[in-house]
């Protein structure tokens, strides 16, 4: 545990010494809801349909989805392109430490995003906090283990962390339209409004809406998030190479 520790400290010292990737992943949510909020100032959420707690779970789901997709399969799969894996496994620090240790480290991350994008709408912009603090973390971890289960799956696939960047790059896009980041909640068209619902970024973002306004996270993405984090779990202890 203490060799885990250590690692997720060093991994820390990393991550955030990487000023590309921390702005993705915290100023662009962040830049978003501020934007989007000045343009919707004034605006309740019942005129144009839009709930209120849309442009918060959105700038939430960007981030984390960034840090899943994009963020944590870069470095898993430069890790195992420069060798690092493949000479830890002849040390006493197993490479599946590192592993836990960076799935620790965004977690954390993650954490930080909400903190961030929750603290940013009450201070600035006067949003209200989720109505039901439990089933926000629920759906919000939910949602977090799922995106870094995909990730470790993407690492997995792929063999450098180029190829890495550009497959998650391809499925964050798609995601966020299948999410209804461009057309939110009940204003999407029909034919793919059912897509909402059992993709991860849009069950993972259904949810959090719905604790925003009191209610627990339904079935259908719970059991989505839940199969995805499943799925992609088998699959990349299946297809992960240390080396």
Not at 204 to 218: L, N
Request: aromatic letters at 8%; a neutral charge; glycine letters at 10%.
């Amino acid at each position: 545990m203490s060799q885990t520790l250590a690692l997720t400290r060093i991994e820390t010292k990393l991550f955030l010494r990487e000023w590309t990737g921390l702005f993705f992943i915290f100023a662009l949510p962040a830049g978003l809801l501020t934007v989007f909020s000045l343009i919707n100032d004034g605006n309740d959420g019942g005129d144009n349909g839009v709930p209120v707690s849309f442009l918060p779970t959105m700038a939430i789901g960007i981030g984390i989805s960034l840090l899943g997709m994009a963020a944590l399969p870069a470095v898993l799969a430069g890790y195992r392109e420069k060798g690092v894996l493949r000479r830890m496994s002849t040390t006493p620090v197993r490479p599946v430490k590192l592993l836990v240790a960076q799935l620790l480290l965004h977690l954390a991350a993650a954490a930080a995003v909400i903190v961030l994008i929750l603290g940013l709408g009450a201070s600035a912009f006067g949003a209200e906090l989720p109505a039901s603090p439990l089933p926000f973390t629920l759906s919000a971890l939910l949602f977090t283990v799922a995106m870094l289960s995909i990730g470790v799956l993407i690492a997995g696939l792929v063999s450098t962390a180029k190829a890495a960047n550009i497959v998650g790059n391809l499925l964050i896009f798609p995601s966020m339209l299948f999410a209804g980041v461009w057309t939110p909640g009940d204003l999407m068209p029909e034919s793919i409004r059912w897509l909402r619902d059992i993709t991860p970024m849009g069950a993972g973002m259904t949810g959090m809406q719905d604790a925003w306004s009191g209610q627990w996270p339904g079935l259908e993405n719970v059991t989505a998030l839940l199969a995805v984090t499943v799925a992609c779990v088998a699959l990349a202890a299946r297809f992960f190479r240390w080396e």
